[in-house]
Nanobody, 120 residues
């Protein structure tokens, strides 16, 4: 029902920066959590960062403050600012939205993924 469009991925050198954007096709009025997950070749998908409707954020501990997540509800958009990028950050990054339904169950949508490559 909700389409998530991602942009901002690309190839950068170690130490560089990128900002990912994810825009939902419609406004989600229910309580929700927007976030970013990533999957490197041969590894499972892991949570990078999330931010809920109230502004509460969570981060992968190993990022050590290099990444920052934010949202602009007027634009139905969530951002991921990535700095001091390392080769191990190379992965496909997926946008995710989870929302609380009228039956108190959780709905979920995924973006198509955007490639981030960090190399010399």
């Amino acid at each position: 029902q909700v389409e998530l469009g991602e942009s901002g991925g690309g190839s950068v050198q170690p130490g560089g920066s990128l900002r990912l954007s994810c825009t939902a096709s419609t406004t989600i009025f229910a309580f929700n959590v927007m976030g970013w997950y990533r999957q490197a070749p041969g590894k499972g998908r892991e949570m990078v960062a999330t931010v809920n409707s109230d502004g509460r954020t969570t981060y992968l501990d190993s990022l050590k403050g290099r990444f920052s997540i934010s949202r602009d509800d007027a634009k139905n958009t969530v951002y991921l600012q990535m700095s001091a990028l390392k080769p191990e950050d190379t992965a496909v990054y997926y946008c995710n939205v989870r929302f609380l339904t009228e039956t108190s169950d959780w709905g979920e949508y995924w973006g198509q993924g955007t490639q981030v490559t960090v190399s010399s």
